[in-house]
Every structure is written in C-alpha cells, then in structure tokens.
C-alpha cells in the first residue's frame, strides 16, 4: 500500500539552489495537492493539480513551479530557493467526489 | 472564500480525562467539514469527516465531532484519552459541490500526560 510517496524525504540548500520535490500517486486520483507546513501555520495549499495538464495556484505559490506529468506524478520545483522556504512539504491526493484527502509522509527542507 | 480557527494551539490533558478540541469556521457557501490528525514526523491521517446528514459523526480512535451550523463549529472530542493520542489535530474546511481544495486551520497540539 504505498499511497502517495514523497521524495526526498530530507534535503538541505543553499540560498539560490534550486530543486525539485517529487510526488507520485498509485492510487489513480485525478487531483494532487502540494501544501506546506510551519509551526503555527497550519497547512497551506501552494499549488493544485484537478487533472493531468492542469494546476491552479493556492494560498501561497510564490517561489515555486508545478509540473503535472502524467495522472500519477506531480512535482514542485524550487528555481531559486530562499530561507524563507524552510519547511515541511505535504503532496496530497483525491479522487472528485470522495471528500478524503491522502497525504504522503512529508519531506523536510532546509535553506540555508 | 473559506477559514478556519482552532482557538486552542496546546492542549495539555491527563490520561483516561475527555478532551475537547475547538475549531470554528467562517465561509458564505455550504461547506464539508474535517479533522484531521498528525503524529510527529508523520503525514496527515483523516480522523473523521462531516459532509451532510447526522451532525454527530463518529471517527476513528474513539473520536467524534458534532456540527453547529448555526455557531459555525465543529469541535472535537473523546470521553477518554490514551498517552498515544498524543498529536497534532488539524481542522479543516471545503467547500460544497466545489473542488476539494482544503483550508486548514493552525493545529492544536494535545499533549496527554500519565
């Protein structure tokens, strides 16, 4: 039962690096989710993807780009990353109409 | 545009005592409703969900939530705590007939203590 599976699971950069965070999903849901968490924060939707070719921004999606590869696969890319950024980062998925998002295990980054 | 409000950040209980998590929420639309809880270093696992129908809904580990439309509330509960339900415990919002893009509100840490 692998769910939603995050890779990295840890990563630390240095101001400027860039990155991409890699999601993948086997459970055949049309919609993935990235979101990011800070203490105190909650969590906050940066991108979301209704289907294959397709993203919306969320609350907060300055600094990053989405790329929905295929129905399984949705990756968030950091083209220049800024201390600011240091979090934990929660790819999600649904299927339409079910109301039950999946969450993978989280990766955690650090810029320094 | 949806929000949320868990009004307590930390709650500190003793084991075996009931706890009640408090989550107010703001929205124009028709809305599901959610909790959601997370252990340390881990994802987030549904807990219980309100989508139409009893507004007392019953979930998994011995929790339940009652839906107040009227105070916009859906608060958290459980008669009887165990060390191992020590988490953090997220409400959430969505709107009805809409995509299921989540809010959520800033967590409360239950802490349970022997």
Redo the contacts between chains.
Sequence with gaps: NAG?TQTPKFQVLKTGQSMTLQCAQDMNHN?M?W?RQDP??????IY?S?SEGTTDK?EVPNGYNVSRLNKREFSLRLESAAPSQTSVY?C?S?E?G????Y????SWLTVV | AQSVTQLDSQVPVFEEAPVELRCNYSSSVSVYLFWYVQYPNQGLQLLLKYLSGSTLVKGINGFEAEFNKSQTSFHLRKPSVHISDTAEYFCAVSPQGGSEKLVFGKGTKLTVNP
């Design positions: 939603v919609s989710y979101y105190g924060m909650g969590l906050r939707l979301y209704a969320g929660f999600a649904t339409v079910r109301n039950t998002i969450f993978g295990e989280g």
